[in-house]
């Protein structure tokens, strides 16, 4: 199985502060990765599929990068609705491997 | 409006059973995958099974493979999760999610809000 590995596991911010989050295969995934927000008690939200592709009236601030086994996840000016956990996922594949979480947090 | 909403939750000894629910709308059910996602107490995200359109595939994590079973009655715009033999490591909020394509391979772009499943004697 595909083992994805995100860091780091907890990120301080400040609002307006650029962030970014990277992930990791444990072998080459193409650019099938998918990232989600979660926020406490709440479902998650697809936000980029395909590496970097934007869902549909996700805010232009994230977008996403990578291909092969490395993947990062960009917020380019943090909003206090931001503040979240992140998840990438692995698909093309029936076995669909999430990340461990990354959770955004206000400094 | 699209969504899903998933039902059957609940409190269940060890070894027991649950069949969570989950009725969707708004969408051509039988034209998209479903998938289920759990995510235990303070835990990640973690992939539990998926189920083509048609209800022909299932694919199941190799942790529930054996003790659950996913079905969809494509005619009630539902998908089922029976969980037999339970554990305590089961206990999870369990997320019903509609794939973007027909075949179970691909992301989730609707969730549902989750139901809570309990395992406790």
């Known amino acids: 199985d595909i083992r994805m590995t995100q860091s780091p596991s907890t990120l301080s911010a400040s609002v307006g502060d650029r962030v970014t989050i990277t992930c990791r295969a444990s072998?080459?995934?193409?650019?099938?990765l998918a990232w989600y927000q979660q926020k406490p008690g709440k479902a998650p939200k697809l936000l980029i599929y395909k590496a970097s592709t934007l869902e549909s009236g996700v805010p232009s601030r994230f977008s996403g990068s990578g291909s092969g086994t490395d993947f990062t996840l960009t917020v380019s000016s943090l909003q206090p609705d931001d503040f979240a956990t992140y998840y990438c996922?692995?698909?093309?594949?029936?076995?669909?491997?999430f990340g461990q979480g990354t959770k955004v947090e206000i400094k | 409006e699209v969504q899903v909403v998933e039902s059957g939750g609940g409190l269940v000894q060890p070894g027991g059973s649950l069949r969570l629910s989950c009725t969707a709308s708004g969408f051509t059910f039988r034209a998209y995958a479903m998938t289920w996602v759990r995510q235990a107490p303070g835990k990640g995200l973690e992939w539990v099974s998926g189920i083509g359109g048609s209800g022909g595939s299932t694919y199941y994590a190799d942790f529930v493979r054996g003790r659950f079973i996913t079905s969809r009655d494509n005619s009630k715009n539902t998908v089922y999760l029976q969980m037999n033999s339970l554990r305590a490591e089961d206990t999870a909020v369990y997320y019903c999610?509609?794939?973007?394509?027909?075949?179970?391979?691909?992301?989730?772009?609707?969730w549902g809000k989750g139901t809570t499943v309990a395992v406790s004697s």
């Open positions: 072998r080459n995934i193409n650019d099938w």
């Open positions: 996922q692995h698909y093309n594949n029936y076995s669909r491997t």
């Open positions: 999610a509609k794939d973007r394509h027909m075949t179970p391979f691909y992301y989730m772009d609707v």
